[in-house]
């Protein structure tokens, strides 16, 4: 059975990484989509040439909040002359207030930038928040209208945020992250999304995922292991058993809901 993992970051397994190797053991197993988003100018060409490589490849250029400080003075247009040359979705974007010496105008300013973007040329844009959830909610409520498709990736907000969020049509991700037992927002926020709302992710390679729902993993030079695309399949059997339903109608459900959600961008693959 096929699986889109939702959310990726292949350019930050570093240079001595074997990425070919990544996407072919993820799609041997099933994994036949990865969605990778971009966080800086410094890796959207880097996404799109992936991109070019790997049929499984799907990629998302955005500026990252934890990025906007370091921004250049054409990123505006630089990202939208990509954007509108590339059938692609507009990612990561969003807010986070928990970086040291964050500034919360200057990541507004950007997030609305890619929010006008995305809508504009209707593209899927995914997003991150992180303890910015009340000024998330004051943005999307005030934008003259919102992109067609909005994800939040890894979803951290509680659970009380997911009826309000998903009333404006946005869709939840969840990574392995949720299996892990000390994460009970999550854990409870997962039971709220709506059936045709939900997406599941790996966001490697981060978020390495409890020892029982990975079979893969990648270590650095420097012992450091990160998180595997390959590791989804896993993960899905766990949300399932976590949701109480079959693997496989959690892998159908979730497969339609992806195709749905990123829409004509998954055709270019």
Request: net charge negative.
């Amino acid at each position: 059975m096929k699986m889109i993992d939702s959310h990726i970051h292949l350019q930050d397994f570093g240079p001595d990484v074997d990425i070919s190797a990544i996407v072919e053991q993820a799609d041997a197993l099933g994994v036949s989509y990865l969605v990778c988003n971009g966080t800086s100018e410094a890796d959207w060409s880097v996404i799109l040439d992936l991109a070019d490589q790997h049929r499984q490849v799907v990629p998302c250029l955005g500026l990252h909040p934890w990025f906007v400080v370091g921004r250049s003075a054409e990123w505006e247009s630089k990202l939208e002359e990509m954007i509108s040359t590339t059938n692609c979705g507009v990612g990561e974007i969003g807010l986070d207030r928990s970086i040291a010496d964050y500034d919360e105008d200057a990541q507004e300013y950007a997030f609305r930038v890619q929010l006008d973007i995305a809508r504009r040329y209707s593209r899927p844009a995914t997003l991150h928040c992180v303890r910015a959830w009340g000024l998330l909610l004051d943005v999307l409520k005030s934008e003259p209208a919102l992109p067609d498709n909005l994800l939040i990736h890894a979803y951290g907000g509680s659970v009380d945020l997911v009826k309000p969020l998903a009333a404006m049509g946005v869709y939840f991700s969840f990574s392995g992250k949720v299996l892990d037992r000390k994460y009970e927002r999550a854990r409870e926020a997962i039971w709220a999304v709506p059936p045709d709302r939900l997406l599941i992710e790996s966001d490697a390679p981060n978020m390495l995922p409890p020892e029982r729902f990975r079979t893969h993993k990648v270590t650095t030079p420097d012992g450091k292991d990160l998180n595997h695309p390959a590791n989804l399949p896993l993960v899905v059997a766990g949300i399932a058993d976590l949701l109480g339903e079959s693997r496989h109608a959690l892998i159908e459900r979730t497969w339609r809901n992806a195709r749905v959600f990123f829409g004509s961008v998954l055709g270019r693959s």
